[in-house]
Antibody, heavy 118, light 107 residues
Framework: EVQLVQSGAEVKKPGESLKISCKAS????????IGWVRQLPGKGLEWMGF????????TYSPPFQGQVTISADESISTAFLQWSSLKTSDTAIYFC???????????WGQGTLVTVSS | DIQMTQSPSSLSASVGDRVTISCRTS??????LNWYQQRPGKAPKLLIY???SLRSGVPSRFSGSGSGTEFTLTISSLQPEDFATYHC??????????FGQGTKVEI
C-alpha cells in the first residue's frame, strides 16, 4: 500500500526560508512522479508541480515557477517543497501526491499546514 | 492553461437525495476529467477517472459522465459519509493539471 507521510505544521515569518518533506513507502519511489498541491484557507486545490525522481525532471505550474523548488532524494524516498523567502500569501495546506502514468493523482499525503505571519 | 468551472459552489441536501455537480472546461479535454472527494480536515481521494470510470472500492452510487467540455458527477442516493467537498480536475495532454474551485455538499 502506498503511503505518503508529510512533515509537521510550520509557523514562519515573512522572508524566512522553509523546506517541507514527504516520505514515500509501499512502491518504488523512482517510478512515479510525485508532486505538490496547495490549498489556501477555505479554497480549492491548486496543482503546483511534480518531479520524476528517476531523473529529477521537474515541471511547475506557471504561477509557482520561480516561487518554490520541488526536489527529491531517491536514497530516502522523500520529496521536498522549498521556499527561499516566504510571504504571508503562502499560508496554506500543502499536500504531496503521487501521479500514476496516466497522470491520475492516486495517493495523497496527510497535508502540511504552513502559516506565515509576522 | 485550461480553466475549470464547477457549479454550484455549494449545495444543501438530505440523506437519500440525488445530487448532481457540474464541471465545465475552457477547451475540449476529451474524457480526461477526474473527480476527487475531500472530507473536512482530510486529503482528497480519487473517486472517478476518465470521466466515468469508478475507482476500485468507491461505492456504485457515485457515477460520472460527459466528454469534451461538459462533465457531471452524480451521487444517486446521498449517504451521511458523502457530505464533503468535491473537486474536478483535468489531466489532458500536458501539465499544469488544473482543478475546479470545488463544490461543498452540506446538510
Amino acid at each position: 500500500e502506498v503511503q505518503l507521510v508529510q512533515s509537521g505544521a510550520e509557523v514562519k515569518k515573512p522572508g524566512e526560508s522553509l523546506k517541507i518533506s514527504c516520505k514515500a513507502s509501499g512502491y518504488i519511489f523512482s517510478t512515479y512522479r510525485i508532486g505538490w498541491v496547495r490549498q489556501l484557507p477555505g479554497k480549492g486545490l491548486e496543482w503546483m508541480g511534480f518531479i520524476y525522481p528517476g531523473d529529477s525532471d521537474t515541471t511547475y505550474s506557471p504561477p509557482f515557477q520561480g516561487q518554490v523548488t520541488i526536489s527529491a532524494d531517491e536514497s530516502i524516498s522523500t520529496a521536498f517543497l522549498q521556499w527561499s523567502s516566504l510571504k504571508t500569501s503562502d499560508t496554506a495546506i500543502y499536500f504531496c501526491a503521487t501521479h500514476d502514468p496516466h497522470q491520475l493523482i492516486t495517493s495523497w499525503g496527510q497535508g502540511t499546514l504552513v502559516t506565515v505571519s509576522s | 492553461d485550461i480553466q475549470m468551472t464547477q457549479s454550484p459552489s455549494s449545495l444543501s441536501a438530505s440523506v437519500g437525495d440525488r445530487v448532481t455537480i457540474s464541471c465545465r472546461t475552457s477547451q475540449s479535454i476529451s474524457r480526461y476529467l477526474n473527480w476527487y472527494q475531500q472530507r473536512p480536515g482530510k486529503a482528497p481521494k480519487l473517486l472517478i477517472y476518465a470521466a466515468s470510470s469508478l475507482r476500485s472500492g468507491v461505492p456504485s452510487r457515485f457515477s460520472g459522465s460527459g466528454s469534451g467540455t461538459e462533465f457531471t458527477l452524480t451521487i444517486s442516493s446521498l449517504q451521511p459519509e458523502d457530505f464533503a467537498t468535491y473537486h474536478c480536475q483535468q489531466s489532458y495532454s500536458m501539465p499544469p493539471w488544473t482543478f475546479g474551485q470545488g463544490t461543498k455538499v452540506e446538510i
